[in-house]
């Protein structure tokens, strides 16, 4: 069965920078053009995808976090990480990471992931 744990959230001043992980089991990335994301959700906001990576390496971002967060998958430690740097007010979330069922590659549409973590808080102050 799928499992996704997300970790590394926490409070920090605009402009620091944060590592998010997320430790998977039964998923098999490897397949082709299989993916997995980083979605967050503010107070009163809908769920917007933030960054998605698929088997191959192609990613794909959010325009409001493009240059400053990076997606990357290990697939030894079976972990996928979002490394947010230059971190606003803005981005404060909950974020949920995210695995595709049905491969589609790097998508940033909520309903092309079929397995989703429990979330990890991420405050940012100015």
């Known amino acids: 069965q799928v499992q996704l744990v997300e970790s590394g959230g926490g409070s920090v001043q605009a402009g620091g920078s944060l590592r998010l992980s997320c430790a998977h089991s039964?998923?098999?990335?490897?397949?082709?053009?299989?993916?997995m994301g980083w979605f967050r959700q503010a107070p009163g906001k809908e769920r917007e995808g933030v960054a998605a990576?698929?088997?191959?390496?192609?990613?794909n971002y959010a325009d409001s976090v493009k240059g400053r967060f990076t997606i990357s998958e290990d697939n030894a430690k079976n972990t996928l990480y979002l490394q947010m740097n230059s971190l606003k007010p803005e981005d404060t979330a909950m974020y949920y990471c995210?695995?595709?069922?049905?491969?589609?590659?790097?998508?940033?549409?909520?309903?092309?992931?079929?397995?989703w973590g429990q979330g990890t808080q991420v405050t940012v102050s100015s």
């Open positions: 039964g998923y098999t990335f490897s397949f082709s053009s299989c993916s």
């Open positions: 995210a695995a595709q069922r049905y491969c589609s590659g790097p998508s940033l549409v909520l309903s092309a992931f079929g397995y």
């Open positions: 990576i698929d088997s191959d390496g192609r990613t």
